[in-house]
């Protein structure tokens, strides 16, 4: 089965500082990949970084990294120095890779991230 | 501009009523999803299609239906709206299998009542 746990339903950081969006997960597939998304009230969502299982060492988007763990199964956001603009809902979300039974993603029920300045 | 439109952008429907959500990419995609949006619930998968000619059932299929009659065209079909069935529908795409992440469209916002 896959399942993804995002256990913050909401969090506050102030601006310029760094804040970590917590993401464990479960799969049966022996590849895959994990992928983090923002919603801001406008209700698109962007995608902004990606995780393989594979990969040896921790994605990086910039602002934002990925803590991968794979033997604790947690693929947790980091983001440094705060902006005003990272306030927004977060998701995390899984997908097999070459997998048969379907390639879609399993998503977290998110995070809402408040920037205070 | 490559993407995905969908349509209409929201929609307020009697409870009863039959309602197609359109879902269209430019991007020539191989897969497309439809999920809708709940606050605290996340995005849950309604139906998939991993190819034209092709679709499957996702997490919570009852009550919707879809077709995949070409590549682009994903249309998702409420036959008898309930108001259980207000959310935020989004629909997806991606190339194919692997490491690929999903390009979204904006969502529509569909009220039951």
């Known amino acids: 089965a896959q399942k993804i746990t995002q256990t913050q339903p909401g969090m506050f950081v102030q601006e310029k500082e760094a804040v970590t969006l917590d993401c464990t997960y479960d799969t049966s597939d022996p590849s895959y990949g994990l992928f983090w998304y923002k919603q801001p009230s406008s209700g698109e969502m962007i995608f902004l970084i990606y995780?393989?299982?594979?990969?040896?060492q921790n994605a990086t988007e910039g602002r934002y990294s990925l803590n991968f763990q794979k033997a604790r199964k947690s693929a947790n956001l980091v983001i440094s120095a705060s902006q005003l603009g990272d306030s927004a809902m977060y998701f995390c979300?899984?997908?097999?890779?070459?997998?048969?039974?379907?390639?879609?993603?399993?998503f977290g029920t998110g995070t809402s991230l408040t920037v205070i300045p | 501009i490559a993407g995905i439109t969908q349509a209409p952008t929201s929609q307020i429907l009697a409870a009863g009523r039959r309602m197609t959500l359109r879902c269209t990419q430019d991007?020539?995609?191989?897969?497309m999803y439809w999920y809708r949006q709940d606050l605290g619930l996340g995005l849950r998968l309604i139906h998939y299609?991993?190819?034209?000619?092709?679709?499957g059932k996702g997490e919570v299929p009852d009550g919707y239906s879809v077709s995949r009659a070409n590549t682009d065209d994903f249309p998702l079909t409420l036959a008898s709206a309930v108001p259980s069935q207000t959310s935020v529908y989004f629909c997806a795409s991606s190339p194919a299998l692997g490491a690929y992440g999903y390009t979204f469209g904006s969502g529509t916002r569909l009220t039951v009542v």
């Open positions: 299609s991993n190819t034209a000619g092709t679709t």
């Open positions: 991007m020539r995609h191989n897969a």
């Open positions: 995780q393989g299982s594979y990969d040896q």
């Open positions: 979300a899984m997908r097999g890779l070459f997998s048969n039974t379907g390639n879609q993603f399993y």
